[in-house]
């Protein structure tokens, strides 16, 4: 039955990855949304070659130029700036926050619901009270309040969003853990004498990206909200770089002169936001077995 | 029952404890300790800033100073702020009942609207009702609330009209009316997140209750549907969702600060974004705390309603 049980999992777990991946493709909407999110991503790496301005490039004659007008498909700004080249140049930046803040979710959350989980003992309660005291600040009133110390960066804002948005992924993995810990078939490779290091890779491992793999899409999806906020409030990336937060911050001053100013950096981030939210949804129906029927 | 309380009571009490350490340590940890802002003033000597150390007790050891701190906030002493020196206590909790309206009042609109949507997309299950609610209810949990906010002001205060763009009351008016008016629009701006997760939860919560024996049963019985629905499963569905409503918390909170400052709200949120940029340590610490402890006890009162409302829950044991 123990060899029988662990051939099992080795011989089920590459159809398994592949059928996932299929049914997250018949969700047509997080397919869509993948769609949304290539063009977002070739958009804004691809800014140096695709944009039709340059991000800083000052057109005092074309002003508040409105949409559609000539040389700016998508207007410009108070400083005649091209809307659309901003935008894509923004896009570098707040998906990069959102990305690499992402990362660091999983890294700390990991790690701290891992090393919880695996040792217990007063280490685990430890870890896990942490987390438990972390998730009773709003994490926006945390943020901004180490925002306000530090000075802004890309790389200081995401691991500002990243340290304060970790606890639900070291929550997932750790409760992860423990039930895969006294799972039979961990009992199963134990018995057959598979080392430690290699039930932790190839058992705990894939078993815990699931959930955490969800988690990251949507916690991807947060940092880009709370970055473009930090930044609209002028704590986060600083003018003339762009990012999609901060494109907004002369918005309500500016609506009586132009108000489409206001209109697409909002729904930049609304649609990278949407997109990562419904890929979230969609790789939780793929990749939790008990719902696939639902 | 009694026992539960206490043990709840205890937990809540480690967990605030816990909460006051990692705000005090925040404080010290930032660049510059809390007199930063001093040591930036060039009127300001450094025979003075050793004064005012000792003022506020920042050459005394670490702990003594985290007891002195942590004693106050429980003693109702918070501190005086760095700025003309008013008691820290007086400005949070003059802020207090603005944020705790707009919150009340945003939590208990997307309640009602919420469940209602929530338990029709669980009774049209795979409805084109069921189906647009889903992706409504997922686009509106996307939405910046700062930008849905903006366009908020600029369609209906600015272009149309209708509501004042910001503030909790006119100038030379304080009538109910006029609270009102104010209210609409922010109200409108924190509900649309918090109706999106209530419609979300319900409907999963009520599929579950639908599916099971007991309403089964009543069907069987001839009780009619609509009794059915309102009676066995709704009040049962409900249960979850207050314990829900506990987490929720912190993102009504959070909510509410991003509310507060598109909307010039004179709340808690407001205040903090204003006192961000001066570095205004104890009112900060102050409103952070008051944040937490929100929390802390909201989830403490959630927990406490599902085990008087919920038979299964067991009172004595965790």
Redesign the interface.
């Known amino acids: 039955m123990t060899s029988e049980a662990v051939l099992d999992i080795q011989a089920a777990a590459p159809p398994r990855r592949t059928s996932a991946f299929r049914r997250l493709l018949r969700h047509r909407l997080a397919l869509l949304a993948l769609i949304v999110l290539a063009v977002l991503v070739i958009g804004s790496a691809g800014a140096p070659w695709l944009a039709p301005h340059d991000p800083e490039e000052l057109d005092i004659a074309n002003r508040y130029a409105p949409p559609l007008s000539e040389g700016h498909i998508l207007g410009s700004d108070d400083l005649g700036r091209d809307v659309l080249t901003r935008l894509m140049y923004a896009g570098q930046i707040s998906l990069s926050v959102g990305i690499a803040a992402m990362l660091v979710t999983v890294i700390v959350g990991f790690s701290v619901g891992a090393f919880a989980a695996y040792y217990g003992g007063w280490i685990g309660t430890i870890l896990m009270r942490l987390t438990d005291i972390m998730l009773c600040f709003p994490s926006v009133f945390l943020l901004l309040f180490v925002a306000a110390f530090v000075t802004p960066s890309l790389a200081s804002m995401a691991l500002m969003i990243g340290l304060t948005c970790w606890m639900e992924i070291a929550r997932i993995v750790y409760s992860q853990i423990l039930v895969l810990k006294s799972a039979d078939f961990i009992a199963a490779a134990r018995m057959i004498g598979t080392p430690s290091w290699r039930i932790i890779l190839r058992q705990i491992l894939p078993n815990t990206l699931a959930p955490v793999l969800v988690a990251a899409t949507l916690n991807t999806a947060n940092a880009i909200l709370l970055e473009s906020y930090i930044s609209f409030l002028g704590y986060g990336i600083q003018p003339p770089e762009a990012s999609w937060g901060n494109m907004l911050t002369n918005a309500q001053s500016d609506f009586q002169v132009d108000p489409w100013l206001a209109v697409f950096p909002g729904l930049a981030i609304t649609l990278a936001v949407t997109s990562f939210n419904f890929l979230g949804d969609g790789l939780r129906d793929a990749l939790d077995p008990r719902i696939r029927d639902k | 029952m009694a026992r539960f309380l206490i043990n709840r009571l205890l937990q809540s009490a ?2 605030l404890f ?2 006051s350490i ?1 705000g005090f340590a ?1 404080m010290h940890l ?3 300790g809390p007199l ?1 802002i001093y040591t930036l003033n060039p009127t300001v000597t450094a025979q003075d800033i050793e004064r005012i150390k000792v003022l506020f007790g920042l050459d005394q050891p670490v702990y003594v100073q985290y007891f002195k701190w942590a004693g106050g906030l429980v003693s109702g002493n918070w501190g005086y702020s760095f700025f003309g020196g008013q008691q820290v206590r007086e400005i949070v909790l003059d802020r207090l009942p603005a944020t705790f309206l707009l919150m009340g009042t945003s939590l208990a609109l997307a309640l009602v609207i919420g469940v209602a949507i929530g338990t029709l997309a669980a009774v049209r299950r795979n409805s084109v009702f069921d189906y647009a609610t889903a ?1 409504g209810a ?2 509106a ?8 906010g ?2 908020a ?2 369609f209906f205060a ?1 272009t149309l009209g209708w509501f004042p763009a910001g503030g909790m009351v006119s100038i030379g008016d304080g009538s109910l009316l006029d609270r009102l008016h104010h209210l609409v629009l922010p109200v409108v701006v924190l509900a649309l997140v918090l109706v999106a997760q209530w419609s979300r939860y319900t409907r999963s919560s009520m599929i579950d209750i639908l599916d099971q024996d007991f309403v089964r049963t009543a069907r069987a019985k001839g009780i009619s549907p609509s009794r059915v629905l309102v009676n066995h499963g709704l009040r049962a569905a409900l249960v979850p969702l207050v314990a829900l409503a506990g987490l929720q918390l ?2 009504l ?2 909510g509410a ?2 509310t507060e ?1 598109v909307f010039s709200w004179p709340g808690m949120g407001l205040l ?2 204003s006192v ?2 001066t ?1 205004d340590y104890p009112v ?1 610490m102050a ?2 705390m008051v ?2 402890v929100v ?2 006890l909201g989830n403490l009162l959630a927990d406490i309603v599902v085990a008087l409302v919920d038979p299964r829950v067991k009172l004595h044991d965790e």
Request: hydrophobic letters at 70%; charged letters at 0%; zero cysteines.
């Open positions: 480690v967990l816990g909460v990692v925040l930032a660049p510059g930063a992706i997922m686009i949990l996307s939405l910046p609330t700062f930008w849905f903006l366009l002001i600029f600015q912190p993102l909170v959070g600060l991003v400052t903090f974004i961000l940029s570095r900060l409103i952070l944040g937490a929390v802390v």
